[in-house]
């Protein structure tokens, strides 16, 4: 006897019992009349067994006609996938599929995935309809979680000023923490959105808010070399010596050779011994990044040469460590101490010949750099065989060569 002669819902009821979606897909496919009445119950078999995994599919893939199906196959609201389906919706900006899934009983609040919630996944792509209906339905314009935290700060990442906008019209928390960024402000200032941080600052951002690794907007915007943001910002009334995050201050936060906000902050006050931060100085910081052209302008403003602070325990010793020549020479010029004891190496000598740097180890023995100081990781520069290829013969060598150079020996 055929199996195709069997009535249908026999045919149904061998369908029911089968223990997979692939088994009943498979004998769904032994004629096109089969498949389609067992297409439906595909859909419940997925939901009873997958949580309705199916719907995010069809979400993802932006098949209407699939979540619909998924949607009358869930009449229990049993599937578990429905808040991941409406945040890929609303970062999908697909206005049908959100709508379907709101009226079958979506949370448009649900807390999910890497935005938080839908609004924010909207608001970080810049679906303004999206935006705008998610509110209608009564999505909380000031919900916490995500990466970003809130939908304003995702907003304003994007660069999605309309978003922003709309946003702070429906009662969005200009000043809300949270986040990677910590705030609105930061998030655009690190991401260099002049206009985004103007419409911020008009609505009363706060430009001085604390917060994230980098302390403040202004450290952000300094750290990514967005001068007309840095400027914005002191204008705005930003502290422009204002102390916190890894950085210290705006200042060494500057890093990368940016010249331009370095001048900036200068001008307008910034401390250039201001302490703090991981490296303790700006001049510290250029120093050790290589930037001589920095270097040269925080001295010019009078930077301390020999300030304390940083891995290496002053300029000197970092841009020695670093392998900075051109750097080291101009910091003794300007009377850095050759033989100021700090720091990870102990001296700036034990740091170059550490790092095997010859011709800074040939500098600092030009300036009287003691060999024997009994300080830092090797106890000395000649306590032991050293990196890269710099030696303790070598370094014999080298001072008594200086040696007879200037008439000691």
């Not at 949607?71 to 599929?97: E, K, M, T």
């Not at 201050?249 to 200068?266: C, T």
């Not at 020549?325 to 101009?330: D, V």
């Amino acid at each position: 006897m055929s199996l195709l002669s069997l009535p249908y819902e026999l045919l149904l009821l061998i369908a029911e019992d089968l223990e997979s979606e692939r088994n009943i897909s498979a004998f769904g496919k032994v004629n096109r009349r089969l498949y389609h009445q067992l297409n439906s119950l595909l859909y419940r078999y997925n939901v009873q067994h997958s949580g309705g995994s199916a719907l995010l599919r069809a979400t993802q893939h932006r098949q209407e006609t699939a979540v619909r199906k998924a949607l009358r196959a869930d009449v229990n609201a049993q599937g578990v996938y429905r808040p991941q389906a409406l945040s890929r919706a609303s970062y999908d900006g697909d206005r049908v599929i959100v709508s379907l899934l709101l009226e079958n009983g979506a949370d448009v609040n649900a807390r999910v995935g890497v935005f938080g919630n839908a609004l924010q996944a909207a608001a970080w792509r810049g679906r303004e309809t999206t935006v705008s209906f998610l509110l209608e339905k009564g999505a909380n314009v000031n919900a916490q979680g995500g990466y970003f935290g809130n939908a304003l700060q995702a907003a304003s990442w994007g660069c999605h000023k309309g978003t922003v906008e709309l946003l702070l019209h429906s009662g969005a928390d200009i000043n809300a923490a949270g986040g990677e960024y910590s705030s609105a402000l930061q998030a655009a200032s690190c991401a260099g959105h002049v206009a985004i941080a103007e419409v911020l600052l008009e609505n009363g951002a706060d430009a001085n808010a604390r917060g994230s690794d980098y302390g403040n907007a202004l450290s952000r915007a300094s750290a990514g070399g967005h001068r007309a943001i840095v400027e914005l910002l002191l204008d705005g009334g930003a502290d422009v010596d204002a102390q916190g995050g890894v950085f210290g201050n705006a200042l060494p936060a500057a890093w990368g050779g940016q010249r331009a906000v370095v001048e900036l902050l200068l001008k307008r006050g910034a401390d250039v011994n201001a302490p703090g931060g991981i490296y303790g100085s700006a001049l510290y910081r250029a120093s050790e990044g290589g930037y001589k052209a920095v270097v040269e302008l925080l001295l010019d403003d009078g930077a301390d040469v020999n300030a304390r602070g940083g891995l290496h325990g002053d300029a000197l010793k970092a841009a020695s460590a670093r392998g900075h020549e051109a750097i080291a020479k101009l910091l003794l010029e300007k009377h850095a101490d050759v033989n100021a004891r700090g720091g990870v190496y102990g001296s700036a000598l034990e740091a170059a010949s550490a790092e095997g740097h010859k011709a800074i180890v040939e500098l600092l023995l030009e300036k009287r750099a003691h060999m024997n100081a009994q300080v830092g990781l090797h106890g000395g520069a000649l306590q032991k065989p050293l990196s890269g290829n710099v030696t303790a013969h070598h370094l014999r060598r080298i001072a008594m060569a200086i040696s007879r150079a200037v008439g000691i020996l």
